[in-house]
């Protein structure tokens, strides 16, 4: 299995969602030197024993009985270790949760960057009740897109039409990014 840096993005936002969420932050930041990836939600938390466990490859708290696929929390862990970058995950139950990653984007293990602009469509189109703020920056340049403005403007997300406006809109952004 090749995950991407987007594949984990992606299943630690769906963590977010799953743990009842409805705001979340996903702030990615890419310098020369450093790739620096926030998650942040008001989600239902963990306390200190669950997290222990979650970090654990072969728990899951019920959802899948008998198997890991290897992302989520383990995957992190285990990216910023390979890698010689950090993963710090921070929780309080009843609060929320957040997880920093810092990584080296010059490291020869560390996986393939993937599809942002697909990963975000993915992650905003989401049927879920809640907010979803996604910030990108390379170098100077950044961008803030924010799921309750989208809907604001273009209704429901879900419409292949606007998800085509989505995938547009998203990709211009990065684009400017350089
Ligand atoms: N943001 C979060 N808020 C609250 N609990 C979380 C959060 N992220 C992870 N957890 C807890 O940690 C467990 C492990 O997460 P992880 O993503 O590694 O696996 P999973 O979500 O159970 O399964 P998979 O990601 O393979 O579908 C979750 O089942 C959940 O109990
Ligand atoms: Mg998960």
């Known amino acids: 299995m090749h ?28 310098t020369k030197t450093n790739l620096r ?4 939600d008001n989600g239902k938390g963990m306390s200190a024993a669950t997290l222990a466990k979650a970090k654990d490859p072969f728990w899951s708290d019920g959802k899948h009985r008998h198997r890991k696929v ?11 270790e390979m890698t010689g970058g950090s993963a710090e995950i921070e929780s309080e139950e009843g609060r929320g949760t957040s997880v920093t990653l810092n990584l080296d984007p010059a490291h ?10 697909s990963a ?3 992650l905003m189109t989401y049927g879920f009740d809640g907010n979803l703020t996604i910030e990108h920056s390379r170098n100077n340049q950044a961008y803030s897109v924010s799921r309750n403005d989208l ?12 998800m085509v406006l989505l995938k ?4 211009s952004n990065e684009k400017e990014l350089g």
């Open 70 to 80: 290897g992302l989520g929390l383990p995957f992190l862990l285990q990216t910023a």
């Open 120 to 122: 975000a469509v993915s």
């Open 3 to 30: 995950a991407t840096i987007c594949d984990l993005i992606t299943d630690l936002v769906q963590n977010s969602i799953e743990a009842d969420a409805d705001e979340i932050t996903l702030n990615v930041e890419e």
């Open 108 to 117: 020869v293990d560390l996986p393939m960057f993937g599809n942002f602009t």
């Open 168 to 171: 547009q809109f998203i990709e």
């Open 37 to 40: 990836i926030v998650i942040q």
């Open 151 to 162: 809907i604001d403007a273009l209704g429901c997300l879900n419409d292949m039409q606007n």
